[in-house]
């Protein structure tokens, strides 16, 4: 199983681009990359999966190098209710939900 | 279109009872999950289902028993309840096997 390693806690300004970087040095060929992110009392929310290169959506950008061992979500200008935990997940999909993996994830803290 | 409902919210088990955890999702998911989350840790799968009248074992399911007799619901069972077994419990559901997982809110499970 791919272990993920990520920054315990995070702290940005509003207005400003954070990026959360996630290390998986054994990512194996067939695993993708999600992030989750979750608010106090709520369950967790996707945000962005994917396998190599970048991917965009309306709310992230997902940043994965040639040799796929880490990988960054960017948050381009975070707001207060951008304050929360965020999981990286790195595993199989479509194949096996038993490899699925939620680490201690990143608390991010945005000050006004 | 209420998402995933998980019922009850909060319960206040002592050791050796049993009780019942329903979730419920009304996307038609062929897929459904449930994780517990203990304080300030990631989710860890408990069992997982890929459709109706199958189930699987996640990563911790000692102590849990579950049982998917309709597509729409996933129970989760505690035959005789531990104070170990004190955690939040969120029930998941996606269309696809480990993509893109919708979260109930969550029950948080007290057992003395």
């Known amino acids: 199983l791919a272990k993920t390693t990520q920054p315990i806690s995070m702290d940005s300004y509003e207005g400003q681009e954070v990026n959360i970087t996630c290390s998986h040095n054994n990512i194996a060929t067939n695993d993708y990359i999600t992030w989750y992110q979750q608010f106090p009392s709520q369950g967790p929310r996707f945000i962005i999966q994917g396998y190599k290169t970048k991917v965009t959506n309306e709310v992230a950008s997902l940043f994965i190098p040639a040799d796929r061992k880490s990988s960054t979500l960017s948050l381009p200008r975070v707001s207060l209710s951008d304050t929360a935990v965020y999981y990286c997940l790195v595993g199989e999909i479509y194949s096996s939900a038993s490899k699925i993996i939620f680490g201690s994830g990143t608390r991010l803290s945005i000050r006004p | 279109n209420a998402g995933v409902t998980q019922t009850p919210k909060f319960r206040v088990l002592k050791t050796g009872q049993s009780m019942t955890l329903l979730c419920a999702q009304d996307m038609n998911h062929e897929y459904m999950y449930w994780y517990r989350q203990d304080p300030g840790m990631g989710l860890r799968l408990i069992h997982y289902s890929v459709g109706e009248g199958t189930t699987a074992k996640g990563e911790v399911p000692d102590g849990y028993n579950v049982s998917r007799l309709k597509k729409q619901n996933f129970l989760l069972g505690l035959e005789s309840a531990a104070p170990s077994q004190t955690s939040v419990y969120f029930c998941?559901?996606?269309?696809?096997?480990?993509?893109?997982?919708?979260f109930g809110a969550g029950t948080r499970l007290s057992v003395l």
């Open positions: 998941a559901s996606s269309y696809f096997l480990a993509v893109d997982q919708y």
